[in-house]
């Protein structure tokens, strides 16, 4: 048990550009979670997937976000023409779902910072 | 969701218990009550959770009011590395297939002291 990595720890990038980020989570766990966290806030939930289905979407996952798991393992999210208001610590988590028993494994995040 | 209420944050001292309060008043009787805290530069980890029954596990205890409409998360002897945010959530895990995210307030700040 590596741990859900995520990659790449810090991206500085400027307005209106693209990034990318990559997310492995634990070894068959199921279900993959983005969450999104500005300073002094608890994290905010965007998207999860179980295996490769996108489950639910939050409303603050505007068109341009896209998140995708290809065939059920690793995850990337997408930001396009990122916005000042983009940055923030965007954390990846994983679990072997077990309905009331589910505990979430984060990773350490990669923090975003749009000029 | 139901919501919960943690004091912005706390004090405690190294090697004491801290008991560490959460109210969640309109809880319903599906909600099991969850409790992750995130280190500095960490992502959020799993502490414990309960529906009715105190809890035990090797990190914490979760005690749970009789009525449900409060929880204390107890560190039996605290150390400067339980320093953290620790969050308090409610989760309705009834709705299988429906909406399951953990929705996390602000939390509430432990400090450690020496």
């Known amino acids: 048990d590596t741990g859900v990595s995520q990659n790449p720890r810090h991206k500085i990038t400027k307005r209106g550009q693209n990034v990318t980020f990559r997310c492995d989570p634990i070894s068959e766990h199921n279900r993959l979670y983005w969450y999104r966290q500005t300073l002094g806030q608890g994290p905010e939930f965007l998207t999860y997937?179980?295996?490769?289905?996108?489950?639910?979407k939050s409303r603050l996952l505007s068109d341009r976000f896209s998140a995708e798991r290809p065939k059920g393992s690793f995850s990337t999210l997408e930001i396009q023409r990122t916005e000042q208001g983009d940055s923030a610590m965007y954390l990846c988590a994983s679990s072997s779902y077990r309905g009331t028993n589910e505990k979430l494994f984060f990773g350490s995040g990669t923090q975003l910072s749009v000029l | 969701d139901a919501k919960t209420t943690q004091p912005n944050s706390m004090e405690s001292n190294e090697e004491e218990p801290v008991h560490l309060p959460c109210n969640h008043s309109?809880?319903?009787?599906?909600?099991?009550i969850h409790w992750y805290r995130q280190l500095p530069s960490q992502g959020p980890e799993y502490v414990i959770h309960g529906l009715t029954s105190n809890v035990n596990n090797r990190m914490a205890s979760l005690a749970i009011a009789e009525d449900r409409k409060s929880s204390t998360l107890i560190l039996h002897r605290a150390t400067l590395r339980d320093a953290a945010v620790y969050y308090c959530i409610l989760r309705d895990l009834v709705t299988q297939g429906g909406s399951e995210k953990l929705v996390f307030g602000k939390g509430m700040k432990l400090t450690v002291n020496p």
């Open positions: 309109t809880i319903s009787g599906t909600d099991y």
């Open positions: 997937f179980q295996n490769e289905a996108q489950l639910e």
